[in-house]
């Protein structure tokens, strides 16, 4: 049985557009994904969320509600990941893990090469907000 690792995702919104970054080399390098990262053992979805934007995108977000929890097999494990609307409530969001990023409308996340489990959120989005 393949381990499974819980996982939560930043849907961040400003302006109509979301916040999607890009896979740097290790795993699944190249996908873009909605930045976010691993639970903590005991730690809440919403609060790793905030912690993994803090630490990854040197900003803060204010976590609202949830869009989907997927699940998906890769070959290294089962990835569940949960993602929430968020919207930034203390500075900007600056790379230091990802390679690339892009603020986008719903029509436009289509045209990006997404991560598998993150596919349900963005289809679950471009229906919210169509």
Known sequence: MKKRIAVVGAVIVEGGRM??????????????EFPGGKLEPGEA???ALVREIR????????VGTKVVTTEHEY???VVVL???YCRLIDGEPSLSEHINAAWL???????????PADI?????IQ????
């Open 19 to 32: 916040y999607c970054t890009q896979r740097g080399p290790g795993s699944l390098e190249g996908y873009w």
């Open 105 to 115: 409308s719903s029509d436009e996340l289509a045209g990006l090469n997404w991560a």
């Open 75 to 77: 070959d290294f494990a």
């Open 55 to 62: 630490e990854e995108l040197g900003c803060r977000v204010e």
């Open 45 to 47: 979805p919403r609060e």
């Open 82 to 84: 949960t993602t929430f």
């Open 127 to 130: 229906g919210d907000l169509a």
């Open 120 to 124: 349900p959120a963005v289809r679950h």
